[in-house]
């Protein structure tokens, strides 16, 4: 996807790692150094990317950004680096992949944590020589990319159990920038809030009023475990239903049914557990 043309979402908040993410971007944004944009799904790892391109002299130049875990390996290399005519069983014409649409500009590695192995190692090979070729190819193309990767997993801890090649790490890993989750940063969800409603309620023809403090809280108090995301449904739910109280209290009632129904098993299976040890033990619980 391209998206030099479209409007550039800003970075909203004012917690302390919103600000130093921003003060970040100001200071590698025209580097060209590899960057791992870190984070839980949908704390705003690609409105980073955008910024940064934003930011930076290739602005202007394409955005093309792919997301490595939608595809399976055969076709996410397709598409990385395209194909010849006749490189596969219905490969009826060249095509040109994302480096090549790509090429002056960024390309953003979204969800790099779920490419295969065998996969990264190809795209060690581009960023060691900057070259490439296309399925079916022997010929190798320069490229002059700007690679951005996003990830919500631990890459370290992938690393350790052999599902992240190490040396690939270290080639991208020359800046890493960390968005914290939405639970993390409580400050962030008033401005968030005014962000989002400000944008949405022309979309759906609602003028909705702003929450009272008490809602407010409640949403601080909530757990967000789709984040910045979450945050953007719940509005626009709350836009077309045109309740505020009504949408909190059924998700913070969601919570509250969630983690009962979690302490509810844990209690079930805590005297199995403890039987299970005592008898390996050749013991048997208390009364």
């Not at 792919?66 to 069983?89: D, K």
């Not at 399925?135 to 997993?153: F, P, Q, R, V």
């Not at 940063?185 to 962000?195: A, G, K, N, S």
Request: glycine share 6%; with cysteine; charged share 25%.
């Amino acid at each position: 996807m391209n998206n030099n043309s479209q409007k550039i979402s800003p970075l909203i908040g004012i917690s302390s790692n919103i600000a130093k993410t921003k003060e970040l971007i100001n200071h590698v944004a025209d580097t060209d150094l590899n960057i791992i944009i870190c984070g839980e799904s949908g704390v705003g790892k690609e409105v980073v990317a955008q910024n940064l391109y934003h930011k930076s002299h290739r602005n202007g130049k394409p955005f093309i950004k792919i997301n490595c875990a939608a595809l399976p390996e055969g076709l996410l290399e397709s598409e990385l680096f395209g194909f010849e005519q006749g490189a596969f069983t219905g490969a009826e014409r060249r095509r040109r992949g994302k480096f090549e649409m790509a090429h002056g500009g960024v390309l953003l590695l979204d969800e790099i944590g779920d490419m295969s192995i065998s996969l990264q190692a190809k795209l060690l090979h581009v960023l060691q020589s900057g070259e490439y070729a296309r399925l079916g190819s022997e010929k190798e193309m320069k490229t002059d990319t700007w690679i951005l990767a996003a990830t919500n997993h631990e890459l370290e801890q992938d690393i350790k159990n052999e599902k992240f090649r190490e040396d690939l790490y270290f080639r991208l890993n020359i800046i890493k920038i960390y968005i914290s989750p939405l639970r993390e940063r409580p400050e962030d969800i008033p401005v968030l809030l005014d962000h989002y409603l400000k944008k949405y309620s022309p979309r759906f023809k609602n003028n909705q009023t702003e929450p009272d403090f008490s809602i407010i809280k409640k949403l601080q108090n909530y757990h967000w475990p789709g984040n910045v995301r979450e945050l953007q449904n719940v509005l626009k739910r709350i836009l077309v239903m045109g309740n505020w109280e009504e949408t909190v209290d059924e998700l913070t009632q969601n919570v509250y049914e969630t983690d009962r129904l979690k302490t509810t098993k844990a209690s079930s299976q805590e005297p199995t557990i403890v039987s299970d040890i005592l008898n390996s033990a050749g013991g048997s619980p208390p009364d």
